[in-house]
């Protein structure tokens, strides 16, 4: 995993950025890690996933088990937003398949935002079906601590 930590800056306020690798796999790991991570803080218990499955990660929120969907999303100069997308990609003998996540298959996406170190919590109903292209404030609306 390759993670290079920087920090400049902005007037008067120091900021710290966290520059993955462009590697998605090495992205999403990053990712799942810091959504366990938080869940943990927040005193509930996670659980791995042996084989591959719809979902990344298990959290058991008030005797509930949830089944998490983690995302990293990107910064967009275009339209000075943070994306992400919803899609699933499996990769075959014939490349890669996007697809939808269908109802049931998972629970909520926990969507990472490495320039923010913020994870937003989006219920899986609550969730555009390809992706969302919104503005940090929007972001903020749905970070993780107030949603569960």
């Given at each position: 995993m390759c993670l290079v930590f920087t920090q400049e800056v902005v007037g008067s306020i120091p900021t710290t950025s966290i520059l993955l690798t462009t590697n998605t796999n090495r992205k999403g790991d990053v990712g799942e890690l810091r959504v366990s991570s938080k869940l943990l803080e927040m005193g509930y218990v996670v659980s791995e996933?042996?084989?591959?499955?719809?979902?990344?990660?298990?959290?058991?929120?008030n005797d509930e088990f949830i089944s998490v969907q983690v995302k990293v999303c990107r910064w967009s100069e275009d339209d000075n937003t943070y994306r992400v997308g919803f899609e699933k990609t499996n990769y075959g003998a014939n490349g890669a398949n996007r697809d939808l996540y269908k109802e049931g298959e998972i629970?909520?996406?926990?969507?990472?935002?490495?320039?923010?170190?913020?994870?937003?919590?989006?219920?899986?109903?609550?969730?555009?079906?390809?992706?969302?292209?919104?503005?940090?404030?929007?972001?903020?609306?749905?970070?993780?601590d107030r949603k569960i």
């Open positions: 996933t042996i084989t591959d499955t719809h979902y990344d990660l298990i959290a058991e929120i629970d909520v996406f926990a969507i990472y935002n490495p320039d923010e170190d913020e994870i937003y919590w989006l219920w899986f109903d609550e969730a555009p079906k390809w992706g969302a292209s919104r503005t940090l404030s929007s972001w903020r609306n749905d970070l993780i």
